[in-house]
């Protein structure tokens, strides 16, 4: 399938497309354009989120550590990013695993593992509600429709034959 193909059947706005677009080309290990399985589609965008959540992070420690967060909720929400983030990570990590280990076959595991990243990221999202304006805000949901992205993919590869 290729990724304009993909992102098609996937992305409800224009905005997910364009999103979409961009993680495949970037993930690419093919030519543009060609077809290739969806589970690689899938993976790249999982890449993509893990990359995404590692920027968030090295972001988010460097305004902690560089004394930008004032000292009051919106420190204790970031606080709580890292905790939403470091579980994300560790779900999509397995996912991961997961997809270079035989694809998107709908199984509980892989299943659980895209709702727990979306789980990270909402925890987040939760405590920086009052917080519209911080610099994380506004990377979280980014991050957040990476991680939809990566399930939205996973989902148009065929179950495994029963």
Do not use: Q, W
Not at 36 to 59: E, F, K, M
Not at 102 to 112: E, F, L, M, V, Y
Not at 130 to 148: C, H, I, V
């Amino acid at each position: 399938m290729t990724a304009e193909r993909a992102c098609g059947a996937v992305a409800g706005t224009r905005r997910m497309l364009e999103l979409c677009l961009s993680t495949l080309r970037a993930g690419a290990s093919a030519g543009a354009g060609a077809a290739v399985p969806v589970t690689l589609h899938a993976a790249a965008a999982v890449r993509g989120a893990l990359d995404a959540y590692a920027a968030t992070v090295a972001a988010a420690t460097t305004l902690l550590d560089g004394g930008a967060v004032p000292a009051d909720g919106e420190r204790a929400a970031f606080g709580d990013c890292m905790v939403g983030y470091g579980r994300a990570r560790g779900a999509m990590a397995r996912v991961a695993g997961d997809l270079a280990a035989g694809g998107c076959d709908r199984a509980a595991g892989i299943k659980a593992g895209y709702t727990a990243g979306l789980r990270g990221m909402d925890g987040c999202s939760r405590g920086l509600l009052n917080y519209p304006a911080s610099p994380l805000y506004a990377r979280n949901l980014a991050d957040r429709n990476m991680t939809l992205l990566a399930a939205l993919l996973c989902s148009l590869v065929p179950a495994p034959p029963a």
